[in-house]
């Protein structure tokens, strides 16, 4: 059945779309845990700073859901390594001596710290001194921000390689780790990545502390993440839109093809218009029905209005990224970007005028928000690994050269056992974590051993 279904198919397709489909899949759990381990930091430290029992029940009640998501990002993970020997045998021998120990280094630091305090923070609360606890609690934190860095400073090798040389049998080597790992892109990349994780983080915890409020907007434990949600949501979103346009004037010098798809530019010229809407159309080689502000791409890529931007005429047709997935990807995540930025002023201004908790409106737009930042990190990552075609290592190794020598049935196979394997377990995981959610934080249920010492309890209350 699968020869007569994929005879048409190509390998090299196949391989990527399973690829695309895992590393999918595996991207919001790190997005999501990221964010969440350095939310339960603050938590565990405002705790033990102010003795305040919301702070508690906070950390209680999201360290559950922590636990099942970091268990899926580790399970997902897992499976895009063995893809590299079984889908990209080439890659992995050219690539492999530069790739293999960055990756490997993830796996003895970051997921050997991880694992080994991981335990003590899940089960060791009051087992423990509290100090040793909230220590763990921040190496989680640390472990998880350290297999961003290595994961990061892999793949940004791979969009702009520096560092290395070919040897005799055709394999990059890495002749300064230094260049390797700190690429031209690899410190907007990083920083880039982490603050969409907080940000990803923080609009969940926002969501579901407005969907609480708006069935009990006396909830002390509601109102507490909600409002620290949205205090990230006004810190953070800016801060992205600033990060991301430096990351975007990077990409601009080292990668500009990419930008041109990004920005639908198929001619370079001066004065060039900022496309908001319409359809890229490959063969006029136009933007159709476009919707656009003339001279504002040149203004935000090179700061000068009169400045020429490069288009995809400067670049061989064979050399093009595929261009409405990036264009359209890529202004997915501007515009919930813009989104975010808007929700943390409008919640700045109700705080400010006392009716944070009040506002409906405000409660259900956080809630629509709530998976705002995991379709944004995924219109991210398409923009950043579909413009890199043809390319998987930029300018080094082409994607079709790069895969190994299989044929399209067996591929079609163990992609369709992944997607129904994945939607089977994940799916519940995803239930799962949702069900937790929707649960009532203020029934957070703290045992006896672990409860704020009484008399500490009522000094609380009593000076608050």
């Not at 991207?27 to 705790?47: C, D, R």
């Not at 020598?405 to 995981?429: E, K, N, Q, R, T």
Request: hydrophobic share 55%; proline share 5%; with cysteine.
């Amino acid at each position: 059945m699968l020869d007569g279904l994929f005879a048409q198919a190509d390998a090299v397709f196949l391989a990527r779309f399973q690829f695309a489909f895992t590393i999918a899949f595996h991207i919001v759990f790190p997005a999501f845990t990221i964010g969440l381990a350095s939310y339960l930091a603050v938590l565990e430290g405002l705790f033990l700073k102010t003795r305040n029992p919301v702070y508690q029940k906070l950390y209680r009640y999201w360290v559950k859901i922590f636990a099942v998501a970091f268990g899926m990002g580790v399970v997902s993970g897992i499976v895009l390594s063995y893809q590299f020997g079984t889908n990209w045998a080439v890659f992995s021998d050219k690539a492999g001596p530069v790739i293999g120990p960055l990756m490997g280094y993830e796996v003895l630091t970051a997921f050997f710290l991880e694992a080994g305090f991981l335990g003590i923070m899940l089960f060791g609360m009051n087992k423990v001194g509290e100090r040793l606890h909230f220590f763990a609690t921040l190496m989680v934190a640390f472990g998880t921000v350290l297999s961003a860095f290595w994961i990061l400073a892999a793949n940004s090798w791979m969009q702009t390689p520096a560092g290395f040389a070919l040897n005799e049998q055709g394999q990059y080597i890495v002749t300064s780790w230094v260049e390797a790992i700190f690429t031209p892109s690899f410190p907007y990349r990083f920083v880039h990545m982490l603050l969409a994780a907080y940000l990803t983080t923080a609009f969940v915890v926002g969501a579901v502390g407005a969907w609480h409020l708006l069935k009990e907007k006396r909830s002390e434990v509601a109102q507490k993440m909600f409002s620290m949600a949205m205090w990230m949501a006004l810190i953070v979103a800016p801060l992205q839109v600033f990060v991301g346009d430096l990351h975007g004037l990077n990409t601009q010098e080292y990668q500009p093809a990419k930008v041109a798809v990004m920005e639908g530019h198929f001619t370079s010229e001066t004065q060039a218009p900022l496309y908001l809407f319409g359809w890229p159309n490959e063969e006029t080689q136009k933007v159709d029905y476009a919707i656009k502000v003339p001279g504002l791409a040149s203004l935000i890529l090179k700061h000068d209005i009169d400045a020429e931007v490069t288009g995809l005429d400067a670049f061989p047709r064979d050399e093009w990224p595929p261009v409405p997935i990036v264009f359209w990807s890529f202004r997915i995540m501007v515009a919930l970007g813009v989104l975010m930025v808007v929700l943390g002023i409008w919640s700045a201004c109700l705080r400010w005028c006392g009716r944070l908790y009040e506002s409906r409106a405000l409660l259900r737009a956080a809630v629509w928000m709530g998976p705002s930042g995991f379709i944004a990190v995924l219109a991210g990552w398409i923009v950043t690994e579909v413009g890199r075609q043809p390319w998987v290592v930029y300018g080094l190794l082409r994607t079709q050269d790069a895969v190994s020598p299989i044929d399209a049935v067996g591929v079609a196979g163990s992609l369709i056992a992944f997607i129904v394997v994945y939607f089977i377990v994940f799916g519940a995981g995803a239930v799962y974590m949702i069900r937790k959610m929707a649960s009532n934080p203020e029934h957070t249920h703290i045992p006896e051993y672990a409860r704020v010492p009484m008399a500490a309890e009522r000094l609380y209350h009593e000076e608050g």
